[in-house]
């Protein structure tokens, strides 16, 4: 059983770097990948694909607690791609073209500030309980 | 009276943007305006640094060409120290600056302008999309990601990471490489060729169907800039600019990248935070000039490389001056990856890519450092005044998606004139407009400067167009 997870976000920019951090807290796994990625972009599809399990962590200020929660295919909405693209388009072209069979999650971090240097309490906490749920599920 | 319609956002280029149409009484397109509202300024955030922060600094100003603003920061350092860099460093840099234009062409190519120009710009926007494309040829979507997948893994093997390496350097650059990573780059050549020539193949076969489309999405003279080699072949790391016109005559050849501000001036407007660069002999705006691949295929005379310089002949005998429909900039795009993935192999060949002196170090000799290197969408140029501290006095970065302002403004005119039509917008008229910009695959987060020397004019308008109010700020 391999599961992929990958944090999504950028560092530089407070709270938006939450998901990083619940990374570099989690302890090192067998059959746990990693990746930290600033944004997401197609060639991560055969990676996505080559696992059974993929959870997207990302910061999201509509979170009031951090969850874990299953993850759908699916193409943006009448606005494809900018120059990056969202989970769900990526679970999709795992899908498409590398014949991805497994499941996706998003875990949601409860964020709140960006413009600030590392991140502020609320952050933290939820990176705390974040990293408590991530372990339940890789276990 | 006079109304005006309003695209915004514009979908599938990089940062934010707002197109105006203005209608005159008669319900005609009388003109239309590319606005840039993303502010940014990173000019003014790097005064005060130490300059050998820069090239880390100013690689932030882009998470998809972020190489480039290394290269032309170390460039500018590497000036300010007064030192020749090491050829195993200058290899090196050379390599991951192709590396990234594969990367970035590819991003643009299969994944924004495909769906235009493969399952056509009338299809349903529910597919014309990439996933459209997956489901007519998942294969050739799957060769686009594996290009970008070569261009990405070049950078990580060489710069240590995919986005924002710390990499580049005054003087040289901080890693050294071994036989293992080139000989694992070496190993992606074949199939990466063979890619980019089904792409240029499957590109040209659709050119016939679209050729209204190549006659009004930008399709007009302006001056073309670009570095050239001593030679005058495609150059993306040093040597000089070339500018020619829109007949293919040349304008200026041999201009020194360093000496830029006696040729290159930039003008503002208040209606969009991007600047308007021109050149200077010919005024504003009528020195309107385009730079990137279509540029580069009009100012170089050949490309060095055999498979791309069968391309290149072919390409330049679409016109006969210079290629003028920025249309042409899709297929432009896909002969530099070919272009670049031949350069690539043929620096893996060279044995100084795996030495270790790879940086010259020295103490600050000058005040005034200027770079210069071809980004992926055009020429770039970053130029730094510092105290004797070191410490930046002022910064000035000349970006490629700018200096194509002028044009991208007369590529949305000359597309709404030709294809809206009435008081409303269809789908397809939209996307042409749009498609007008997505020619230049502008990269908006890049080029937004700095604060205080750009106004931003706030109009309030009704529904019928009447102005309410206005603010100015800046």
């Known amino acids: 059983m391999t599961v992929l997870l990958i944090a999504i976000g950028n560092a530089m920019r407070g709270d938006d770097g939450a998901a990083h951090r619940v990374i570099e807290r989690l302890e090192p796994a067998p059959g746990v990948v990693v990746r930290g990625e600033l944004q997401l972009l197609p060639e991560l599809a055969p990676e996505v694909a080559r696992a059974d399990r993929v959870v997207f962590i990302d910061a999201d200020v509509e979170a009031d607690e951090p969850s874990i929660e299953p993850l759908e295919a699916g193409a943006g909405a009448g606005t494809p791609l900018v120059h990056t693209i969202t989970p769900r388009e990526i679970v999709l072209l795992a899908g498409k073209l590398y014949g991805f069979t497994g499941r996706a999650y998003l875990c949601r971090l409860p964020v709140a500030d960006f413009d600030r240097d590392g991140l502020s309490p609320a952050a933290e906490a939820g990176v705390e309980k974040a990293v408590g749920l991530l372990r339940e599920f890789i276990r | 009276m006079p109304e005006r319609i309003v695209i915004q956002p514009v979908t599938r280029i990089e940062g934010h943007a707002k197109i105006s149409i203005y209608l005159d009484d008669d319900g005609a397109v009388s003109s239309a305006q590319f606005h840039v509202t993303e502010f940014r300024g990173f000019e003014k955030l790097c005064e005060g640094r130490p300059f050998h922060e820069m090239p880390g600094l100013m690689s932030r100003v882009c998470g998809i060409c972020p190489v480039s603003h290394i290269l032309a920061s170390s460039k500018a350092c590497d000036n300010l120290l007064g030192v020749e860099v090491p050829r195993t460093a200058v290899q090196q840099r050379r390599m991951v600056n192709l590396a990234q234009l594969v990367q970035s062409h590819a991003l643009s190519f299969f994944h924004l302008s495909a769906p235009d120009l493969l399952l056509g710009m009338d299809a349903p926007p529910e597919k014309r999309n990439v996933f459209g494309l997956v489901e007519r040829d998942a294969e050739f979507a799957r060769r686009g990601i594996r290009l970008r997948q070569f261009g990405q893994r070049i950078i990580e093997l060489v710069g240590g990471k995919r986005i924002h390496p710390s990499w580049g350097a005054p003087g040289g650059v901080l890693r050294a490489i071994g036989e293992a990573e080139r000989d694992e780059i070496r190993g992606w050549i074949p199939e990466a060729l063979e890619s980019a020539e089904i792409a240029i193949g499957r590109l040209k076969g659709v050119l016939d169907s679209m050729a209204i489309e190549i006659e009004h999405l930008g399709n007009f003279p302006t001056l073309f800039l670009g570095l050239v080699s001593p030679e005058g072949g495609l150059e993306y790391y040093d040597g000089v600019i070339r500018i020619v016109d829109g007949e293919g005559n040349a304008v200026a050849e041999g201009l020194d990248p360093q000496r ?118 055009g020429t770039l140029f970053h130029h730094y005044q510092v105290d004797d501290n070191g410490l930046v006095r002022s910064a000035n970065l000349l970006i490629a998606t700018s200096q194509n302002n002028l044009a991208m403004n007369l590529a949305v005119e000359q597309a709404a004139r030709y294809f809206v039509s009435g008081r409303s917008l269809q789908e397809g008229m939209l996307n042409r407009v749009e498609a007008a910009i997505r020619c230049f695959d502008p990269c908006l987060s890049c080029s937004t400067h700095a604060l205080g020397q750009m106004p931003l004019v706030v109009e309030l308008r009704d529904a019928g167009g009447a102005l309410l109010d206005r603010a100015r700020r800046g």
């Open chain 2, 260 to 377: 830029y501000l006696t040729y290159l001036g930039e003008a503002s407007e208040e209606w969009s935070f991007m600047k308007f660069p021109y050149y200077k002999p010919l005024g504003y705006p009528g020195g309107k000039y385009r730079v990137g691949p279509l540029a580069r295929m009009n100012v170089a005379r050949f490309a060095g490389t055999p498979r791309a310089d069968r391309e290149m002949h072919e390409f330049k005998q679409r016109s006969q001056g210079a290629v003028c429909e920025s249309f042409h900039y899709h297929l432009a795009r896909l002969i530099e990856i070919l272009h670049a993935i031949e350069r690539i192999e043929e620096i893996t060949q060279d044995p100084d890519l795996l030495g270790s002196n790879i940086r010259a170090r020295a103490g600050q000799n000058r005040n005034e450092g200027i770079g210069c290197s071809e980004a992926p969408r």
